[in-house]
């Protein structure tokens, strides 16, 4: 059964990575860009899970929160508070909204299906009966989820850099198993040259986004 998210931010950058990441799983992706409308929409969609922005125009993620968790019938809806890497996130206003989970922009694709997934309510008509009555909800005391990266192992795929090669062909020729000043140097060498044009644009494609709505967002505060 497909299930909706529904997508609340002002970034366009933003609404088109969760679109994408959900492309090939059973989700149907119903986007807005504030949180008036994330309200109005909500209502229409009734959606699985709701991600909000802590920052946009209208209701902020944290009103939006707050206003799903008063709903009559959808107060018990997950919703996922946005954050950007520059930005205050203040966890007593999240608790008290009753945010589900929040994770930190730009974020790994795999990391918000991971999240999502996690804290998605099972539809009551596909458990059975015993495992109903098993399911504990979390004590509204316990807070947000954050989501942190989580440590795995370095797939090629992965690597853009190319460090694992690196430093394996590095460490392998190390008898003492201390790197020396001489191989760091190299193995910076041989990073900057593995940089590429691609590597560059995805970072700055994710990052700068953020940046800029947060330069612009301080610029407009000390003019007012």
């Known amino acids: 059964m497909q299930r909706t998210i529904l997508l609340a931010d002002d970034s366009p950058t933003i ?43 209208g209701k902020n993620g944290y009103q939006v929160c707050t206003h799903i968790r008063g709903h009559a019938e959808l107060n018990e809806t997950p919703v996922v508070l946005l954050v950007g890497a520059f930005e205050a996130f203040d966890e007593d206003t999240a608790k008290q909204a009753g945010a589900t989970a929040s994770i930190t922009k730009p974020f790994e694709p795999g990391a918000l299906i991971e999240l999502v997934n996690s804290i998605m309510r099972p539809a009551k008509e596909e458990l059975p009966a015993e495992h109903l009555s098993a399911q504990v909800a979390q004590p509204a005391e316990a807070g947000p989820v954050r989501s942190e990266p989580a440590e795995k192992h370095i797939e090629e795929s992965d690597d853009l850099l190319g460090l694992a090669k690196i430093f394996k062909a590095d460490h392998s020729a190390s008898h003492s198993g201390m790197i020396a000043d001489e191989d760091i140097d190299r193995i910076v060498d041989r990073v900057i040259q593995k940089i590429s044009t691609q590597v560059i644009e995805n970072i700055a494609w994710e990052v700068v986004p953020d940046i800029t709505a947060r330069v612009v967002r301080e610029e407009l505060k000390r003019v007012k």
Do not use: C, H
């Open 15 to 57: 609404r088109r990575l969760v679109t994408q990441t959900f492309a090939d799983a059973n989700f149907k992706v119903v986007e807005v860009n504030n949180g008036d409308a994330a309200i109005r929409t909500f209502e229409e969609v009734r959606p699985s899970v709701v991600l909000a922005d802590i920052y946009m125009p």
